[in-house]
């Protein structure tokens, strides 16, 4: 019995001693998990989330100061990456009340001061010095930094136009 | 000839003879045609006409543009008025770009034809990547109403052996009897067109398959097919959903499509009569896809009729030929009633794909509250793709789509067997087309963050780029610089 005893203590000391020093020689410095959000993020920096950049969102959540539905231009879809990635239950039923909205240039008062183009972390909008400006839709994330620092309020925000191609059957209402 | 089963399926009520013993008539040419640009799956077409301008009974009004698409032509001669939008036959009730044209009443053809080459010649003495052009550059799409662009599924050929070509005369939905008609009264042509397709397939054979409720076109199909030992006419059983095409294979071959896989895959191709019919046109007289055989039926309509009708034709003016409303319509339908689009009005124009106009009366509709499932497995039984409805909607409606996707829900194919069978009226394959939307735009969503990560990334190298290029140009500047005042300091006699 004493044999017995001595080993498994020998075991556990020896075992333990090992973990103590993989834990202070094979240290990693950043959490792996803040990498893994971060590559999933759009990457665009577009500071919806009201933090400075997608890394700094990526730390929050992992810090548990932002819920999964922090990220406008993700969606629905991102959410629940996000959500099996870290293991969480949410309820997103309400992620898609927010619509999407995107940016679009009204040419009458535009007067092409190439402002907003600089401010467009997806390079979403086209146009010269003193020539009208125009939002490509499909790059467009929706952040509002254009709409922001446009002298003449041509840019506004709009929800994306429902069309053949993106109309979705309804759920089906149940009867009481 | 040896049929197999497929498992499931169900025997709705058929509905057919009204308009089945009715031969196909022409409709009158309307006073204005709307001819949308995407009425086949892909690309939408693109204008070739202006407003204005005026055209020829066939001539080309917009081209295909992209690998899937289909191009447009005058289904008669006119004036374009419009190229704008109109409300699509689609239960959205949304807009789809739509040529207008106002008929002159002559259908001149004029020599403006519609294809370079079009001149009808001999199809066998042609490359099968000719005749595959042709009948892409007719517009031909499946008519059976899935209208995929033919010459694309013809393409399939070059790449895969193709062992059979399996025509589908099966039209199992109920009320729908314009490919009965078809192959009853063109049943030559028809004949004519399979032996093209197999031309440019180089197939083996060719299997027509109808069921046994069209004793009238199997005899004429026989009789038609005499002269020609590859091509062979299989009587199938009437049972929903025999014409969608994975059913239809199994039951004509026994083998069963894999998941995930299309038809070519395991050698077969299936086309469907109204395109065999659209690509002897094509071929043999050089015309290209301009009107099809659409059958006009349901309770509420007076005089239920098999229509050939030019495309663009308003489905109002089918109604009215027809004798109009007999009683106010519960639902007018697009297609058959199983799988056929709820029309939000009647002023939509007929499509490539539509072969039904359906109005059905209050009589024929079932609309009893749904109540909750009793776990009884007529769904499971009724689903011929050996899915688990009640398993699947529950999962959908609350949300859980990957699970839905784990019993399947990506195999469905939406034939409304499990909605029919089931007793407590639960709204399934609604579930599963709200279910497939939500996949869709969840697809779209993950594209959608790829594209931003990669449109940022691109920005974040233009600007290390341009940064570089400035202080590389700095950097230059100050050289020059630096040697002018060399210069200057050397030989201060210049300046003076």
Not at chain 2, 22 to 41: G, M, S
Not at chain 2, 404 to 425: F, H, Q
Request: charged residues 20%; aromatic residues 4%.
């Amino acid at each position: 019995m004493i044999t017995a005893i001595a080993s498994l203590a020998t075991l556990g000391l020896v075992l333990g001693l090992l973990l103590g020093l993989a834990a202070r020689y094979l240290k990693v410095e950043t959490d792996p998990v803040v990498a893994e959000i971060e590559a999933l993020l759009p990457g665009s920096q577009c500071g919806q989330c009201g933090q400075a950049g997608c890394g700094q969102a990526a730390a929050a959540l992992a810090a548990g100061e932002l819920p999964v539905t922090f990220c406008p231009p993700g969606g629905r879809s991102l959410a629940e990456t996000l959500a099996s990635l870290l293991g969480l239950e949410v309820d997103l039923s309400g992620v898609e009340d927010t619509q999407p909205m995107l940016a679009r240039v009204k040419e009458a008062t535009c007067i092409g001061c190439t402002r907003c183009f600089k401010v467009c972390p997806t390079d979403a909008i086209i146009g010269a010095p003193k020539q009208i400006h125009a939002v490509l839709q499909d790059a467009c994330t929706g952040c509002g930094n254009c709409v922001e620092i446009c002298p003449t309020e041509c840019l506004q925000m709009f929800p994306i136009e429902v069309t053949l191609g993106t109309w979705r059957w309804p759920k089906p209402r149940l009867a009481a | 000839m040896k049929v197999f089963r497929f498992r499931g399926g169900v025997h709705p009520e058929s509905h057919k003879t009204p308009s089945a013993t009715k031969a196909i008539e022409d409709l009158p040419l309307p006073e204005r045609l709307y001819v949308p640009l995407q009425q086949h799956i892909g690309a939408p077409a693109k204008p070739e006409v202006a407003i204005g301008q005026r055209v020829y009974k066939g001539q080309l009004l917009a081209h295909s543009q992209g690998m899937i698409s289909a191009p447009v032509h005058a289904p008669s001669s006119g004036t374009i008025v419009d190229i704008g939008e109109f409300t699509a036959p689609h239960p959205s009730g949304l807009w789809v770009r739509t040529i207008t044209l106002e008929t002159d009443g002559k259908n001149r053809c004029g020599k403006n034809r519609w294809h370079e080459s079009a001149k009808p010649t001999d199809p066998f003495k042609m490359a099968q990547q000719e005749v595959a052009a042709r009948i892409g550059a007719a517009g031909i799409v499946g008519m059976g109403g899935a209208t995929f662009p033919a010459a694309v599924k013809l393409a399939l050929g070059k790449e895969r052996r193709i062992h059979t070509l399996i025509i589908n005369g099966g039209e199992c939905e109920p009320y729908l009897t314009c490919d009965d008609r078809l192959m009853r009264e063109r049943a030559h042509q028809a004949v004519d067109g399979i032996r093209i397709m197999l031309h440019v397939l180089q197939a083996d054979q060719a299997l027509i398959a109808i069921e046994d409720n069209k004793p009238a076109a199997i005899a004429s199909m026989r009789a038609a097919r005499r002269r020609h030992a590859n091509l062979h006419v299989v009587v199938v059983p009437s049972r929903y959903p025999m014409g969608s095409e994975k059913q239809m294979i199994q039951s004509v071959t026994g083998i069963e499509v894999p998941a995930g896989q299309r038809s070519a895959d395991i050698g077969v191709i299936v086309h469907n009569v109204g395109t065999v019919y659209a690509v002897h046109r094509a071929i043999r007289l050089g015309r290209p896809l301009l009107s099809r055989v659409v059958t006009v039926g349901g309770g509420a309509v007076r005089e239920p009729k098999n229509l050939e009708v030019p495309l663009g034709t308003l489905v109002e003016d089918l109604l009215e030929f027809c004798g109009g409303y007999s009683e106010p319509p519960a639902r007018l339908l697009m297609g058959g009633p199983m799988m056929g689009q709820v029309l939000p009005h009647s002023r939509v124009p007929i499509v490539k794909g539509s072969n039904g106009v359906i109005a059905l009366s209050t009589a024929e509709i079932r609309s009893r509250p749904a109540m909750p499932c009793i776990r009884c497995g007529r769904c499971v039984a009724a689903c011929p793709c050996g899915l688990m409805p009640v398993e699947m909607a529950p999962r959908i409606r609350n949300g859980d789509l990957d699970s839905a996707m784990e019993y399947g829900l990506g195999d469905c194919i939406s034939c409304g067997s499990c909605s029919y069978v089931c007793p407590s009226n639960i709204p399934l394959v609604q579930y599963f087309n709200y279910g497939k939307g939500m996949l869709a735009d969840r697809r779209e969503a993950q594209r959608k963050t790829e594209a931003t990560r990669r449109l940022a990334q691109e920005r974040r190298n233009r600007l290390e780029r341009e940064a570089r290029a400035r202080a590389k140009a700095a950097a230059q500047r100050k050289a020059e610089k630096a040697t002018d005042e060399a210069r200057e300091k050397n030989s201060p006699e210049v300046s003076v």
